[in-house]
């Protein structure tokens, strides 16, 4: 956004809008990211097999970072190798190296380096792309290691149609632990029920058996503590409500922001403990609650003018979304992820104290849908009575046919916005504007390019200028008063000049000859 280094009205407002820009990328991506990881990993936590279990990922996440290809690799600890255990989008499969030793090619070397590998030189025959009528090269090759707790898992190499953003190597950096830690639980369980197994053959291993069941339970709550210290450091709060809204689970910034200590607040209801009324103060039914309503009928529901009461009795605005929770494909609860936005809305009412209270008309115009925002200053200047039926109002509406120089209002004015849109550049000049009744009086309009979620729009100033008008009349009219005195006067003394000179000549010729 252009000016936010100006020190003047413009300049606050492009600053404004670009911290609301900002929080709002970020939020969008963080939403995009728990969104997408809420979901794989609830899918993948139904997988049974391994090779279920990679498919699926691979099935996921392909749409995500426009994969066209792909394949995993699990790494096999008792040989050192690692084995082809799942694919996409690959037709022959026994063409591709079952095995592979760490270091030999680009997946070897990425499972022995222990870091992802991003290629985007990528030769034509390398991984191509199938296509209706044959095969096209891949843009980028991405490679990643799948490690769990320094514990190589296995590699995962995908095709890509396009290189990668930073929105999806931040998903797969958050994607990555949630599948090590799925393989590590299958594959515990796997060896659990192989443990079973052979307890019902070898009864005389029961102990042995049994100390092996303990040393796993050890690691499954290892991995329960490591799963806590990442919900630790995550400052938005995260709670996990059953059907009924009591609180399963929360990690620390959930209760810490609204001023509880874990024990008041893990275990009682959601609703009742820190919902109960809305921001105005007014009671908020619980059967309104998006929560809760989440965990009736399973949709996903995103919120963002409501608040949360702190333990003092204080609403703190949040914004929220739920996420259905399913098990076994039943409806088992709700997960709630809230944030505070306190400094969003300081943002907002700042550049809304500013707009609303501007000396000059403010407008939004969005080039496609028309007039979408006014301030009650420019309402007042079109004679409107209210801000609404401005925005009603077509911009074509609002100024006469022609201008002073003769051209067309609506052609000269288009001119005028496409000028400052294809630039990126401010946009001043004198208009002639209409109001409701009809009558016309003379602005500066200034149109200022910004983005509006992504989209191109302009803030349109307008300043009355009739008062100013008025004074450069007056002010022609003297200049040309004297003007014509400053004539009249001439005009005078030239024909005065030839009264007088036309006698005195007769009168120096009389006296020439009485000299002679």
């Not at 005078?492 to 000859?513: C, D, K, V, W, Y």
Request: charged share 25%; aromatic share 6%; glycine share 6%.
């Amino acid at each position: 956004i252009p000016h936010t280094q100006d020190h003047h009205e413009f300049g606050d407002l492009a600053r404004a809008i670009t911290v609301l820009q900002t929080e709002a990328r970020q939020a969008d991506a963080q939403r995009w990211q728990k969104t997408h990881i809420a979901e794989i990993s609830s899918l993948l936590q139904q997988a049974e097999t391994l090779p279920a279990l990679f498919e699926r990922f691979l099935d996921q996440l392909a749409p995500l970072v426009s994969m066209g290809r792909g394949v995993v690799y699990a790494h096999d600890e008792a040989t050192g190798e690692l084995r082809l255990i799942a694919s996409f989008a690959h037709f022959e499969r026994k063409a591709l190296n079952q095995t592979l030793a760490l270091g030999q090619g680009l997946a070897g070397q990425c499972a022995l380096e222990r870091k992802p590998i991003l290629m985007l030189d990528v030769p034509a025959d390398y991984m191509p792309l199938p296509a209706g009528t044959g095969e096209l090269p891949a843009s980028a090759i991405a490679i990643f290691p799948v490690i769990n707790k320094r514990r190589l898992m296995g590699v995962i190499e995908m095709a890509c149609t396009r290189p990668m953003g930073l929105r999806e190597k931040q998903l797969m950096e958050g994607l990555l632990p949630v599948l090590a830690m799925n393989q590590e639980i299958l594959e515990k369980g796997l060896r659990t029920s192989q443990l079973l197994e052979e307890t019902q053959r070898q009864a005389s291993q029961l102990t042995q058996q049994t100390a092996e069941m303990q040393a796993q339970r050890d690691e499954l709550r290892q991995t329960e503590e490591r799963t806590r210290l990442i919900l630790g450091s995550v400052e938005d709060g995260i709670v996990g409500l059953d059907r009924e809204g009591l609180i399963t689970f929360a990690n620390p910034a959930a209760y810490r922001m609204l001023g509880y200590t874990e024990s008041e607040f893990v275990g009682h209801a959601m609703h009742q403990l820190v919902h109960h009324h809305r921001a105005d103060g007014s009671d908020f039914p619980r059967e309104e609650c998006a929560m809760f309503q989440t965990g009736q009928d399973g949709q996903s529901r995103t919120v963002s003018n409501e608040a949360l009461w702190t333990r003092e009795g204080r609403a703190i605005p949040v914004e929220y979304a739920t996420t259905p929770v399913h098990k076994d494909g039943a409806l088992v609860g709700t997960v709630v992820v809230y944030r505070d936005i306190t400094e969003r809305l300081v943002a907002e009412e700042r550049t809304n104290a500013y707009f609303n209270h501007a000396s000059d008309g403010l407008l939004v115009l969005d080039p496609q849908k028309g007039l979408i925002h006014a301030n009650p200053r420019a309402a007042q200047m079109y004679g409107f009575d209210a801000v609404s039926a401005l925005l009603k109002s077509d911009p074509s509406d609002l100024s006469p046919e022609s201008q002073p120089d003769g051209s067309l209002s609506m052609q000269a004015g288009q001119e005028h916005i496409d000028r400052a849109l294809s630039s990126g550049r401010i946009e001043q000049f004198e208009w002639v504007h209409k109001r409701a009744d009809g009558t016309l009086f003379d602005c500066e309009i200034t149109l200022v390019p910004i983005l509006l979620s992504g989209e191109q729009s302009l803030i349109v100033s307008v300043r009355d200028i009739t008062a100013r008008k008025a004074v450069e009349a007056e002010i022609l009219r003297a200049k040309q008063a004297a003007e014509e005195a400053t004539k009249a006067k001439s005009d005078f003394l030239a024909n005065m000049s030839h009264e007088i000179r036309t006698p005195m000549n007769g009168i120096l010729g009389m006296a020439q000859l009485l000299l002679d």
